[in-house]
């Protein structure tokens, strides 16, 4: 009976759900205390869970956070759920935590970077995350010789959200010929055409660009493969879309554990379908084999 309990919250049920389905199915009477205690029992399991032993190295970690609200002190507080999803070196993919934490900022990711450490994992070839201020100084804090790429996708959305309706079409094929560019050299030169034409009207785009280049531009120095897998942050939005689905039934959560009993077992119910590795591993792997050579010399991989 528990484990049917467990499964429907995974699945996003809200309590009164639960207990109405009880009652349908079984003709079982269930309060809403007891569903809570029943779903309590995973806590403990949650906390090993984000403490377990990871990989020596990841070939790539994805970082971003999704936002909730829980009720907190008879307030309605946001919290962001900070996520670490990482591939490791024989493309496994795995979530490597979900913490809980307050509004998204540098300072908690770099605990996090602390967490992974200690948890053993040792490098990380190339992280990829959103445009978060101070983001690429917290994972440089822990691990310095990490490749940091930037999110593609995000820094278009960003950069392009005041651009008028008539203009969009056009600038998004001028911004296009920057980021889908064959070598770096060739996306900075129409970097600085893309401001010729559009700078008087757009300051703030050539600028974020030109700010942000560093970090933006980490993948025009791999082979096409790798490229694909990096530019952008999708395999992890991708997830977080599927957690929205669950959560979707939940506008407040009641507390913070309400909120990652909920996360942690749709997590187990979506991660347990990812077997196997992505059908280009094999040429992915022997190019960062040669661009990392140094790094993973001497590990057991």
């Given amino acids: ?54 990989e020596e190295v990841y070939a790539v970690v994805f970082m971003d956070a999704i936002h909730y609200h829980v009720r907190s002190e008879g307030r309605i507080v ?11 070196m024989n493309g496994k993919k795995d979530v490597l935590g979900m913490y809980v934490g307050e509004n998204e900022s540098a300072k908690f990711w770099l605990s996090i970077m602390n967490g992974l450490k200690n948890r053993g994992v040792e490098d990380i070839l190339i992280a990829c995350v959103d445009g978060l201020n101070g983001f ?12 940091i790429q930037q999110c593609i996708i995000h820094q278009i959305r960003n950069s392009t959200k005041f651009v008028s309706y008539k203009d969009i079409k056009k600038l998004m094929a001028d911004l ?19 401001k010729d034409k559009w700078d008087s009207k757009y300051p703030k785009i050539y600028k974020s660009w030109h700010d942000n280049w560093a970090t ?9 493969a790798v490229r694909r897998l990096i530019y952008t942050t999708n395999a992890i939005e991708g997830f977080n879309r599927q957690l929205r689905k669950v959560t979707k039934s939940k506008t407040v959560f009641p507390s913070d554990d309400s909120l990652l009993k909920m996360l942690y077992l749709a997590t187990m119910d979506i991660t347990k379908k990812w077997t196997g590795h992505r059908q280009d591993w094999g040429q992915i792997h022997s190019q960062l084999e040669i661009y990392f050579e140094e790094r993973l010399a001497g590990r057991n991989l």
């Fill in 216 to 224: 933006l531009s980490t993948y025009f120095k791999y082979p096409e």
């Fill in 78 to 88: 946001k919290r962001a759920v900070y996520i670490a999803l990482g591939i490791d």
């Fill in 176 to 194: 296009k010929l920057v980021y889908a560019a064959p070598t770096e050299e060739t996306a900075l030169n129409e970097l600085e055409l893309f």
């Fill in 136 to 147: 690429p100084q917290a994972i440089e804090a822990v691990y310095p010789k990490t490749e």
């Fill in 1 to 54: 009976m528990e484990e049917k309990i467990l499964s429907m919250y995974a699945k996003g049920m809200t309590t009164g759900d639960i207990e109405s389905h009880m009652r349908e199915l079984y003709d079982i009477d269930i309060s809403d205390s007891t569903i809570s205690r029943i779903t309590d029992k995973i806590l403990p399991i949650v906390k090993e869970w984000q403490e377990r032993p990871l």
